[in-house]
């Protein structure tokens, strides 16, 4: 079973736009991270958010936490075309093992 | 570069017939992962490896086995293929601890027919 479940399953935006992401989850976590796929590729670890934490930035990336709601976002500011991708959250129970539980995804398009 | 290997990147396997799929990273990670994609589905963990000489199962294990053959390698194997085996598998590693989160090889797609 999915732990995290992204919302939308898919987006379509204009470059230039601003794109948003949700991501909810089941269980409680160590942390939350987002990771993008090009079609057809591996995934690629885009940005990591603690427990303890409920924003971060990296780059054009911008990721809250409110672990009362359970929930993640991940926003992409000024969205350019090769940001058209898939775009996964995965927690994280922590421990030793770090096993990750990921969700099924939302497919961001950005037009040119 | 850096990263993970996984080998080879396409097969078609007849129902019944074996094979394994190879990984080897040169991260010096402790721990690595074997993950499947099926479409429209997120990654599902079928077996992982949380340190050289230890193996467990994930959230879907059943037709596959396991070997950390060393640090840097390890492989899965399918005994006795299955069309529901159809699926492109993805081989990662981390180092437990770490804000790198998991590195991801490029996949492996497998048709059983």
């Known amino acids: 079973s999915q732990q995290g479940e992204e919302d939308p399953q898919a987006l379509s935006i204009q470059e230039g736009e601003n794109a948003t992401m949700n991501c909810s989850y089941k269980?409680?976590?160590?942390?939350l991270q987002w990771y993008r796929q090009n079609s057809g590729r591996g995934l690629v670890h885009l940005i990591l958010i603690r427990s303890n934490e409920r924003e971060k930035h990296s780059g054009r990336l911008r990721v809250t936490l409110d672990t009362s709601k359970k929930s993640s976002s991940l926003l992409i500011t000024a969205s350019r075309a090769a940001d058209t991708a898939s775009y996964f959250c995965a927690t994280g129970p922590g421990g030793s093992s770090y096993k990750l539980i990921f969700g099924s995804g939302t497919r961001l398009l950005v037009r040119p | 570069n850096a990263g993970v290997t996984q080998t080879p990147k396409f097969q078609v396997l007849k129902t019944g017939q074996s094979m394994t799929l190879q990984c080897a990273q040169d991260m010096n990670h402790n721990s690595m992962y074997w993950y499947r994609q099926d479409p429209g589905m997120g990654l599902r963990l079928i077996y992982y490896?949380?340190?050289?000489?230890?193996?467990d199962k994930g959230e879907v294990p059943n037709g596959y086995n396991v070997s950390r053959l060393n640090k840097r390698e390890f492989s899965l194997r399918l005994e006795s293929a299955a069309p529901s085996q159809t699926s492109v598998y993805f081989c990662?590693?981390?180092?437990?601890?770490?804000?790198?989160?998991?590195?991801f090889g490029s996949g492996t797609r497998l048709t059983v027919v």
């Open positions: 269980t409680s976590i160590n942390n």
């Open positions: 990662a590693s981390s180092e437990a601890g770490r804000d790198g989160g998991y590195t």
């Open positions: 490896s949380a340190s050289e000489g230890t193996t």
